[in-house]
């Protein structure tokens, strides 16, 4: 199983970025979708997730009303859309999967990571 993300760089506050997580090796539309981010120095904290199906959504909120979680089984990809960006969103970016029976913001509850993506936030 292999999830790769891309979408991260550098942006000013206020701007957006789209990060993308592709899939390989494992039927996506069985598969809840969670972005998680470490900043340095700090734990790994949930942002977002979204259900197999895309009927449920779920995100911290730090990020609520800022950042959208979208998917797109049909081409094995899940999309995080960041919006109104703020220095304190800078850290690495990273995709996970699970297929645990109810969407989680836990960190233990998803079984396959991708790399992460790097975005930072100038002010």
């Known amino acids: 199983v292999q999830l790769q993300a891309s979408g991260g760089g550098l942006v000013q506050a206020g701007g957006s970025l789209r990060l993308s997580c592709t899939a390989s090796?494992?039927?996506?539309?069985?598969?809840?979708m969670g972005w998680f981010r470490q900043a340095p120095g700090k734990e790994r904290e949930f942002v977002a997730a979204?259900?197999?199906?895309?009927?449920?959504?779920k995100f911290a909120d730090s990020v609520k009303g800022r950042f959208t979680i979208s998917r797109d089984n049909s081409k094995n990809t899940a999309y995080l859309q960041m919006n109104s960006l703020k220095p304190e969103d800078a850290a690495d970016y990273y995709c996970?999967?699970?297929?645990?029976?109810?969407?989680?913001?836990?960190?233990?509850?998803?079984?396959?990571w991708g790399q992460g993506t790097l975005v930072t936030v100038s002010s």
């Open positions: 090796g494992l039927t996506f539309s069985r598969y809840d």
């Open positions: 996970a999967a699970t297929n645990r029976p109810a969407l989680s913001n836990s960190e233990y509850d998803y079984k396959y």
């Open positions: 979204i259900n197999w199906s895309d009927s449920v959504r």
